[in-house]
């Protein structure tokens, strides 16, 4: 008898990077989430389910029988007030990692942000390294620096393990623009699969890494994320940018 693949959970599946990175996972069943997912076209190896983070059922329903998950869901806005975030990216990370816990999942790759340490970025401190501290640039960020702070309470205190990724400017190439702070951050297509598929297999059981490209000029520190994840990334977005222009 065949063995079944892993079963991966991905929540915020209709957002950018939620429907961007499927196609880098097919070698798992998928079973996607979000609160609207009416325009999503389930592949093979897919299901859908619709439900809000901030209901704790819908999120219990959510994990049963997943091996992992991918948390992405959330409000995305640095500019978001701490109202509009509190139910999405705080309550609802709560009840990810929570459900997660009960339903015996194995691994959840949180998805973080630069903007943790967005006020290292401000003053150009760079490199910036994971092991460094934090310094929010928004409320947004805080709310992202509180899912890091769970991800730590639950691999310590569960048997969940917990990946942290704190994604920098992701985009397809053909919208890299020539600034040199954001092309310092990219973090290409094809590396986001890298790295989350590192992240699904790497032995670790609690890290927080940076998430971008090979990228010439470096913002980030990548060592944490090579040797610890096994990622390697292949973009670079001054290459490609270069390229673009050259022809």
Known sequence: MTERAPLVLITGAAGRI??????????????????DLSECEPKPNEEVLE????????MRQAVEGCDAVIHLGGNPAPSATWWDLKAPNIDGVHNVFEASRQAGVRRLVFASTNHVTGMLDERGEWPVGARGPIAPDSLYGVTKAFG???GRYYAENSDLSVICLRIGWFTGEHQLLDNEGWLRMWLSVPDLGRLVNASLTADVRFGIYYGVSANTPMRYDMEKAR????????????KLLADRIGN
């Not at 939620?18 to 609160?35: C, E, I």
């Open 148 to 150: 890091e702070a769970m």
């Open 227 to 238: 040797t610890e994840l096994g990622y390697e990334p292949l973009d670079d977005s001054s």
């Open 51 to 58: 439900a809000d983070l901030a209901d704790f059922a819908a």
């Open 18 to 35: 939620g429907s961007t990175l499927r196609s880098a996972l097919s070698q798992y069943r998928l079973r996607l989430t979000d609160r």
